[in-house]
């Protein structure tokens, strides 16, 4: 290796590539991670074990999505470097529907099931309300709309967008978050998650995807065959 055979061009593109990737992780991890800060803080540490336990248990209905997100980032990936975004397309509307589908009927068997399954598995002590446990069903729902659209759009490394409506949600989301939390429990903190994500994400993360294959397929038609 010779430092004369670096190519700093390259290096930058990755590099700023690499920050967005950064700034979305950290992003989440701020929107995902200060609920329990947030709950212990405002109603003590004894409220935090059913809401933990309650958004775990629905975390389940993203199953499939979490076990095929890495295998069709790749797929993504290596099918929009062929220009094959007609299977690119197809593949996301299906990948969309199924996935939301599974979502959804989970999060209904789940919201039956939830509150005598906490019960038995932890203890009556921690057993969420039926509000929390609709709130996290919708929550789940969510995620199944915005996981397959979040594969595409990092397969495609297309993120600057995201990354702002991403930003105005986390901070709008910890804005409701300390206000409702005072007035709802522990509800206010899953629904304050709720509201800022349909707000703020699902409605630009769908269009910014559906811009995206215009954009692939018209690139792909000016590329001479």
Not at 11 to 35: K, N, P
Not at 132 to 148: D, E, K, Q, R, Y
Request: proline share 4%.
């Amino acid at each position: 290796p010779r430092f004369s055979s670096i190519d700093f061009t390259c290096m930058r593109s990755l590099s700023e590539m690499g920050g967005q990737f950064f700034l979305i992780q950290i992003m989440a991890l701020v929107t995902f991670s200060t609920d329990n800060f947030i709950i212990s803080h405002f109603l003590g540490a004894r409220n935090v074990p059913e809401y933990t336990l309650t958004y775990n248990l629905f975390n389940y209905s993203l199953l499939p999505q979490t076990i095929l997100f890495a295998y069709l980032w790749t797929a993504y990936n290596e099918a929009i470097a062929r220009r094959d975004i007609v299977w690119v397309r197809r593949t996301f509307d299906l990948n969309l529907l199924v996935g939301l589908s599974f979502s959804v009927a989970a999060a209904v068997v789940l919201g039956v099931i939830a509150k005598p399954f906490i019960g038995w598995w932890a203890g009556k002590n921690v057993v969420p309300s039926s509000s929390l446990v609709l709130w996290m069903a919708v929550w789940s729902i969510i995620n199944g709309f915005t996981n397959p659209i979040a594969c595409l759009l990092a397969a495609a490394s297309h993120l600057r967008y995201q990354i702002i409506y991403s930003a105005v949600s986390s901070v709008a989301n910890i804005a409701l978050s300390l206000y409702l939390v005072q007035r709802w429990g522990s509800v206010g903190v899953i629904a304050a998650t709720v509201m800022s994500y349909m707000v703020f994400v699902c409605g630009p993360v769908y269009v910014d995807a559906r811009l995206l294959l215009v954009r692939l397929k018209r690139v792909r038609a000016d590329v001479p065959v």
